[in-house]
């Protein structure tokens, strides 16, 4: 199973490197296949390469589900414990 996540373009470091930010963690990826990609877009990122352009809302969406299942994941683990 293969899993990309948008992440929020910080900074672009040369033609084919950028940050991104994911969850307050940032990682430098490949941008060679986005190369208009800029600071502030948010972008699709498989294993370390940003594989397409993605739209804000979008992404803000995606990323309230995936906080949102964390937080389930969490509350569950937790009763577990108690249990």
């Not at 992440?7 to 990682?27: M, P, T």
């Not at 990609?37 to 594989?51: E, N, R, S």
Request: proline residues 5%; glycine residues 8%.
């Amino acid at each position: 199973m293969c899993l990309a996540l948008p992440a929020r373009l910080i900074e672009r470091r040369g033609a084919d490197e950028a940050v991104v930010e994911l969850g307050g963690v940032r990682k430098t990826v490949s941008v060679a296949l986005v190369p208009d990609a800029g600071p502030g877009d948010y972008v699709i990122v498989h294993v370390g390469h940003a594989i397409g352009v993605i739209d804000p809302l979008e992404a803000e969406r995606t990323l309230a589900l995936l906080a949102e299942l964390q937080q389930h994941e969490q509350q569950r683990t937790q009763q577990d414990a108690n249990a």
